[in-house]
Nanobody, 124 residues
Framework: QVQLVESGGGLVESGGSLRLSCAAS????????IGWFRQAPGKEREGVSC????????YYADSVKGRFTISRDNAKNTVYLQMKSLKPEDTAVYYC?????????????????WGQGTQVTVSS
């Protein structure tokens, strides 16, 4: 089992940057694929990015490709989401999720463990 805690959210102006962190407990963190998801008010949860446990391969939603970068530091049991060129439409609660799988997917139903979320607000 793994527990996840997100941090790094906040209020930023359009065009600004934030770095989200997802800190995980557990000694087998490296065996988990981690995904970032977001949910804006009144909208369905959206997969943003993920990084696999097997080879560190990454995947991005089209809406964030070229602006967001996911990375992981297994020694620190942490996954990061660097967000640049933020837009008002990026405003949402961001969640990280973990699953003991090798391949990276952006289907939330495939992930067993979730954090509590961190709010990101981008002002225009």
């Amino acid at each position: 089992q793994v527990q996840l805690v997100e941090s790094g959210g906040g209020l930023v102006e359009s065009g600004g940057s934030l770095r989200l962190s997802c800190a995980a407990s557990g000694r087998t963190f490296s065996g988990y694929t981690i995904g970032w998801f977001r949910q804006a008010p009144g909208k369905e949860r959206e997969g943003v990015s993920c990084i696999s446990s097997s080879d560190g391969s990454t995947y991005y939603a089209d809406s964030v490709k070229g602006r967001f970068t996911i990375s992981r530091d297994n020694a620190k049991n942490t996954v990061y989401l660097q967000m640049k060129s933020l837009k008002p439409e990026d405003t949402a609660v961001y969640y990280c999720a973990a699953d003991h799988r090798e391949l990276c997917v952006l289907y939330g139903s495939e992930y067993d463990y979730w954090g509590q979320g961190t709010q990101v607000t981008v002002s225009s």
